[in-house]
């Protein structure tokens, strides 16, 4: 069946780096956009970043030249690497598959940016 497991989360202090890994199975990653999301505690999901099926990435401005996202085909896995975290970078991070097939959400892992 279809599987997301992201990992990689914890507990950083500010202006530390994190990298968020997300191992899909089940269906044929290579042809699936794949996203990053996050929620902040009583706030909405929002995206994070995005990397297409031929690795063209987009991120919101706000961690635009801090995080990184990028995928290996060839393991099933996206990746989104964190540098210069902010406390408010806080938040569980949901990774996405997304296609004209169907879209599907992992479980989410907690980022926690504090002293």
């Known amino acids: 069946q279809v599987q997301l497991v992201e990992s990689g989360g914890g507990l950083v202090q500010p202006g530390g780096s994190l990298r968020l890994s997300c191992a899909a199975s089940?269906?044929?990653?290579?042809?699936?956009?794949m996203r990053w999301y996050r929620q902040a505690p009583g706030k909405e999901r929002i995206i994070v970043a995005y990397?297409?099926?031929?690795?063209?990435?987009n991120y919101i401005a706000s961690v635009k030249g801090r995080f990184t996202i990028s995928r290996d085909d060839a393991k099933n896995t996206v990746y989104l690497q964190m540098n210069s975290l902010k406390p408010e970078d806080t938040a569980v991070y949901y990774c996405?598959?997304?296609?004209?097939?169907?879209?599907?959400w992992g479980q989410g892992t907690q980022v926690t940016v504090s002293t």
């Open positions: 996405q598959a997304q296609s004209t097939s169907g879209t599907y």
């Open positions: 089940g269906f044929p990653f290579s042809d699936y956009t």
């Open positions: 990397i297409t099926n031929v690795k063209d990435a």
